[in-house]
């Protein structure tokens, strides 16, 4: 009899388990998650990620009814929105990656990050391709994970202090392509983590002694195509792990005494298509990890015999023929180390 009642039981319990005939076993199907009209969302089932895709739409405005919750990454590029809000992008807690680029953006107001404060995911901020000709004090303060900033192809004229002083983790700063004439003494301090800084195609003409000032991590300085007409000893002082400077298509002149002091991990100096006439005895002393020189489109006046002393890492350097030479004299430069010479 014992046996018996077990048995009724296991019967019992088993058909409390079994799958109703009319689903089949099959799991309720799951709504699809909301995206905003005209654009498209992708949404990834293991980590929960949600992606939003909104490019070339012809959007004014940027779209308000996107989910918010779960949203990691927005692109909204090559649309024409015009303004931003100051409260469009709150309550995005997850928000890492944002892409504004191509439209017309002429203004941001300066509170629009602030409701950043709390997200802690944001690490690429793309602002590429606007029209934006001003930087508010602070317009980024709330952005403190940050880790690449492109405002390439904009409208900026000044890059002013304290506009990236509170991100203290940016490696990438894009301002390539403004319309950029000063930088102003001490822009960059704060920025202890920046490694890329890219100012190529602006109309800069100066570099100020403190310009650079604080960059202790930066590894490669772009300034091609500018209007420099000459370099300050000191100017790159505090720039000790820079291993790639940029400086083709400029104004230089002259190259005086020590203007690259502090670059002791320098491996690439670009100095091709300036207006050099001279350099000095000590214009490269210290630069001992020098590799690679590229000194084409310049003819000089003055060339000391030992210019290139100390350079024991140099393999390559880039020279005018026609300009090695001075008349009726040996050629100007003297090496006692393997050198690739690369005349043009």
Same mark, same amino acid.
């Not at 039981?9 to 799958?19: E, R």
């Not at 000790?240 to 670059?263: C, P, T, V």
């Not at 084409?296 to 000391?304: I, V, Y």
């Not at 880039?318 to 040996?330: A, F, I, Q, S, V």
């Given at each position: 009899?014992?046996?018996?009642?077990?048995? %009724?039981?296991?019967?019992?319990?088993?058909?409390?388990?079994?799958?109703?005939? *009319?689903?089949?076993?099959?799991?309720?199907?799951?709504?699809?998650?909301?995206?905003?009209? =005209?654009?498209?969302?992708?949404?990834?089932?293991?980590?929960?990620?949600?992606?939003?895709?909104?490019?070339?739409?012809?959007?004014?405005?940027?779209?308000? *009814?996107?989910?918010?919750?779960?949203?990691?990454?927005?692109?909204?590029?090559?649309?024409?929105?015009?303004?931003?809000?100051?409260?469009?992008?709150? $309550?995005?807690?997850?928000?890492?990656?944002?892409?504004?680029?191509?439209?017309?953006?002429?203004?941001?107001?300066?509170?629009?990050?602030?409701?950043?404060?709390?997200?802690?995911?944001?690490?690429?901020?793309?602002?590429?391709? $606007?029209?934006?000709?001003?930087?508010?004090? +602070? &317009?980024? +303060?709330?952005?403190?994970?940050?880790?690449?900033?492109?405002?390439?192809?904009?409208?900026?004229? %000044? !890059?002013? @202090?304290?506009?990236?002083?509170?991100?203290?983790?940016?490696?990438?700063?894009?301002?390539?392509?403004?319309? !950029?004439?000063?930088?102003?003494?001490?822009?960059? %301090?704060?920025?202890?983590?920046?490694?890329? &800084?890219?100012?190529?195609?602006?109309?800069? #003409?100066?570099?100020?002694?403190?310009?650079?000032?604080?960059?202790?991590?930066?590894? %490669?300085?772009?300034?091609?195509? $500018?209007?420099?007409?000459?370099?300050?000893?000191?100017?790159?002082?505090?720039?000790?792990?820079?291993?790639?400077?940029?400086?083709?298509?400029?104004?230089? +002149?002259?190259?005086?005494?020590?203007?690259?002091?502090?670059?002791?991990?320098?491996?690439?100096?670009?100095?091709?298509?300036?207006?050099?006439?001279?350099?000095?005895?000590?214009?490269?002393?210290?630069?001992?990890?020098?590799?690679?020189?590229?000194?084409?489109?310049?003819?000089?006046?003055?060339?000391?015999?030992?210019?290139?002393? =100390?350079?024991?890492?140099?393999? #390559?350097?880039?020279?005018?023929?026609?300009?090695?030479?001075?008349?009726?004299?040996?050629?100007? !430069?003297?090496?006692?180390? @393997?050198?690739?010479?690369?005349?043009?």
């Amino acid at each position: 009899m014992h046996t018996i009642v077990l048995l %009724v039981l296991w019967v019992l319990g088993t058909s409390l388990v079994l799958p109703d005939p *009319d689903t089949g076993g099959e799991k309720p199907t799951e709504e699809p998650i909301p995206c905003s009209k =005209g654009c498209t969302c992708l949404h990834d089932d293991y980590s929960l990620e949600l992606n939003v895709y909104c490019s070339a739409r012809n959007y004014t405005q940027a779209p308000s *009814d996107v989910p918010s919750s779960q949203l990691v990454s927005l692109d909204s590029q090559r649309n024409c929105i015009r303004s931003l809000p100051g409260s469009i992008f709150q $309550n995005t807690p997850n928000l890492a990656s944002l892409s504004l680029h191509n439209n017309q953006l002429s203004r941001i107001e300066e509170k629009l990050f602030t409701g950043f404060h709390d997200l802690h995911g944001l690490r690429e901020l793309v602002l590429a391709g $606007n029209r934006l000709a001003y930087l508010q004090p +602070q &317009l980024f +303060q709330g952005l403190t994970e940050l880790k690449e900033l492109d405002l390439t192809g904009n409208y900026l004229k %000044v !890059i002013k @202090a304290n506009v990236f002083m509170k991100l203290p983790k940016l490696q990438k700063l894009y301002l390539a392509q403004n319309q !950029i004439v000063t930088v102003v003494p001490r822009a960059f %301090v704060g920025m202890k983590s920046l490694r890329w &800084l890219d100012l190529t195609n602006n109309k800069l #003409s100066a570099l100020h002694d403190e310009t650079f000032l604080g960059l202790h991590s930066l590894h %490669v300085l772009r300034l091609s195509n $500018n209007s420099i007409s000459g370099l300050r000893p000191r100017t790159f002082r505090d720039l000790q792990y820079l291993e790639e400077l940029r400086l083709s298509y400029n104004r230089i +002149q002259a190259l005086g005494d020590r203007i690259f002091e502090g670059l002791r991990h320098l491996e690439v100096l670009e100095l091709e298509h300036n207006q050099v006439q001279e350099a000095r005895m000590g214009t490269f002393m210290g630069l001992s990890h020098l590799a690679v020189i590229n000194l084409s489109g310049s003819c000089f006046r003055s060339l000391p015999d030992q210019v290139l002393k =100390g350079l024991s890492k140099l393999h #390559s350097l880039h020279l005018d023929k026609g300009c090695l030479t001075r008349p009726n004299e040996k050629p100007v !430069i003297c090496m006692n180390f @393997a050198t690739y010479l690369v005349f043009y």
